[in-house]
């Protein structure tokens, strides 16, 4: 029994000394100095819910953060608004229907103009010189080559079984 609890001791000992496991020094000392969140009450809730599977749902919390969804048919439609850090109210509005998902807001990205004009293409349909042929020739037909079937006889191995 003693030794049990020598052994036991010194691999407590080692696998407490140990690096490795768990998170990293730099990332445990910024977990210690964040400050926990501060609970954020909700200052209105509102849902239903049909029969069909539609829904809807509003809810407004003390921070400022509104969200708002719901769906018929099919389609579910809904917005959310929340201050950004710099107190600007940033508002989305979205789409999701058989067509994908649709967001809008100023606060989203926009595609970068190109600087440089899209080129003209020449159409095809003005080059009478130009004409298309598609034809269709089926394969070649094959000889259907016919193996003879293989018969197949089991082998069962039985022992003796004693008693």
């Excluded at 926009?110 to 009478?128: H, L, R």
Aim: no cysteine; glycine share 6%; proline share 10%.
């Amino acid at each position: 029994m003693k030794m049990f609890v020598a052994l036991f001791a010194v691999v407590a000992a080692a696998a407490a000394g140990s690096p490795g496991y768990g998170p990293t020094p730099a990332v445990r000392a910024a977990a210690d100095a964040a400050a926990p969140l501060p609970l954020v009450r909700i200052l209105e809730s509102e849902s239903h819910s049909d029969d069909q599977g539609g829904y809807g749902f509003r809810f407004l919390s003390e921070d400022d953060i509104e969200r708002q969804e719901q769906s018929a048919d099919g389609t579910v439609t809904g917005s959310y608004s929340y201050r950004a850090p710099d107190g600007r109210l940033i508002s989305v509005r979205y789409v999701a229907n058989a067509l994908g998902f649709r967001a809008e807001s100023d606060a989203l990205p926009t595609p970068v103009p190109t600087e440089y004009p899209t080129p003209q293409v020449p159409s095809t349909e003005a080059a009478p010189s130009v004409r298309t042929v598609q034809q269709y020739s089926a394969p070649a037909e094959r000889p259907a080559v016919r193996q003879p079937a293989v018969e197949y006889e089991p082998v069962y191995s039985y022992r003796a079984v004693s008693q």
